[in-house]
């Protein structure tokens, strides 16, 4: 086995490990800890995947940015209760047989069809940093979606503080 | 040196989806159904990419790209509705919301 492929082992147990570990978990701060370390793999591999550029937006967008949004969220919503003290973090949860059935028959279903196509072997590989092609790409052929994404996130921001202020 | 097949990234993919599905029908709280929805767009996304590893014109890298941007603004806005929603109701579980009207 070569040494790519031991590592992308090892990223691939740490992602999916931490994603079933915040199926598994019922605190929110442990799945909001899980869900850091699935990015973390993700990120890795991406890098495996040679999107290094997509990898390091990735990490700087989710780890910083999504996970304080949802640790800001996980505060603001906190509920404690008056009489006892503690807060109610844990999520209630009923009827897992279902959920988890529908959930395993998706993966076995997305598995076969995927060991199934033909469409997937046999592609030459370009196996290289592609840094300089997606900046100069974002620059160029895709500028006007990359301009739209810009007024896309300056649209959603607004609206964000918007719903979020209080309208009393 | 060899390089990685791209059905192991399928497959890694496939297994995020199902949980982030899971996760989508198993919980209550409205913040941890938002982490299953970003579990379902990051196994889209490493699909993308995956893909886009054999393709010399990178289609599928810049539509990931994109597909981050959309991700992070939905997950701005959505955060927004249910601190909204919190303080109408006191409550984030999804079986809580019960109309007055």
Same mark, same amino acid.
């Given at each position: 086995m070569s040494p790519l492929v031991i590592a992308f082992l090892v990223l691939a147990m740490l992602t999916c490990g931490s994603a079933l570990s915040m199926l598994w978990t019922k605190n929110l701060l442990h799945a909001a800890l899980a869900m850091f370390l699935t990015m973390l793999g993700l990120a890795g591999l991406y890098v495996l995947a040679y999107a290094d550029v997509l990898a390091v937006a990735h990490l700087l967008v989710y780890v910083g940015g999504v996970l304080i949004l949802i640790l800001f969220g996980i505060m603001l919503t906190n509920q404690t209760?008056?009489?006892?003290?503690? !807060?109610?973090l844990m999520t209630r949860e009923s009827g897992r047989l279902l959920p988890f059935s529908i959930g395993l028959s998706f993966f076995l279903g997305l598995f076969w069809l995927f060991t199934k196509g033909?469409?997937? !072997?046999n592609l030459p590989v370009t196996g290289d940093s592609k840094l300089k092609e997606v900046g100069l790409g974002l620059l160029t052929e895709y500028a006007f979606p990359f301009e739209l994404a810009g007024v896309f996130l300056l649209i959603a921001l607004i609206g964000a503080t918007f719903v979020a202020k209080n309208h009393d | 040196m060899t390089d990685i097949p791209v059905i192991y990234f399928l497959w890694v993919s496939a297994f995020l989806f199902a949980t982030g599905i899971s996760i989508l029908l198993v919980k209550k709280n409205t913040i941890f159904v938002l982490m299953g929805i970003e579990l379902i767009l990051n196994a889209a996304n490493l699909n993308l990419v995956a893909f886009s590893?054999?393709?010399?014109?990178?289609q599928g890298l810049y539509l990931s790209i994109f597909v981050l941007v959309v991700g992070v603004c939905e997950m701005a806005i959505a955060l927004a509705i249910i601190l909204q929603v919190y303080r109408n109701y006191r409550a984030i579980e999804v079986d809580q919301f019960k109309s007055e009207y």
């Open positions: 209760d008056p009489a006892t003290g503690k !807060n109610h033909p469409w997937i !072997n | 590893k054999n393709d010399p014109s990178l």
